[in-house]
């Protein structure tokens, strides 16, 4: 969707903007991104904090909550990774041939229907490579940004596969178990990315092997 949004706008100006603003965090480094969102959502003194209490709502505890630490950590993550993928769509998007869009127009399709009609299917390939290869790490999380955004408070619904192997690996040093742990996490990508290519296979022209 934001590669198709960046493709529709015809102001560079503001196409420019937007997109530095959606890359950028993918080339901050994790310690400096967690930094920034301690800055916004950090206790009573972060910034959307101050936001909703002028509006009346009073402070959320965004980072020490264990119900909205998910929800943070998603939009974070999405906001990290979303930019960059996008250009790999927006590369394909750019090999659309042209000639395609003049036929569609001259029989009265609208930006709308060109999207929908030329462009989707034209890229389809590459979004189901894009959804198998995303299924293949699904298990596979940004653990450095949960470490570095996990407390006492929050750890009910922080901790996941790969914090419990770090910290069962290498804080308490039981290597084989934490080795097991990480084997298993693996074992359930290579099954995820299986079935994620069986059913591109089945269902479309477009698959892995």
């Known amino acids: 969707m ?3 949004m960046f493709n529709e706008m015809r102001k560079e100006k503001l196409k420019k903007t937007l997109q ?8 901050i480094s994790t310690v400096v991104f967690v930094g920034i969102i301690n800055l916004f959502l950090g206790g009573e003194n972060g910034y959307m904090n101050h936001l909703l209490e002028m509006i009346g709502i009073g402070s959320v505890p965004f980072l020490t909550s264990p119900d909205y630490f ?4 998603i939009g974070s993550d999405i906001w990290r990774n979303s930019g960059w993928n996008s250009i790999i769509f927006i590369a394909a998007l750019a090999a659309v041939d042209p000639q395609l ?44 940004r949960i470490l570095l955004m996990q ?6 619904t922080s901790e996941v596969i ?4 770090y910290k069962t690996g290498l804080i308490n040093m039981d290597y084989g178990f934490s080795t097991a742990v990480g084997l298993f996490n693996n074992v359930i990508n290579i099954i995820l990315l299986l ?11 477009s698959s892995l092997f």
């Open 20 to 27: 530095t603003i959606t890359y950028a965090p993918y080339f």
């Open 101 to 144: 869009h003049e036929s569609a127009q001259i029989d009265g399709a609208s930006r709308w229907k060109r999207i929908i009609h030329v462009n989707l299917p034209c890229i389809m390939p590459v979004i189901v490579i894009q959804f198998i290869l995303l299924m293949g790490k699904m298990m596979t999380l940004s653990y450095e």
């Open 70 to 73: 998910p929800g943070v950590y």
């Open 195 to 205: 079935a994620a290519n069986k059913i591109a296979k089945r269902y479309s022209s």
């Open 151 to 156: 407390n006492s408070l929050n750890m009910e």
């Open 2 to 4: 934001l590669a198709l």
């Open 162 to 165: 790969s914090t419990y192997a």
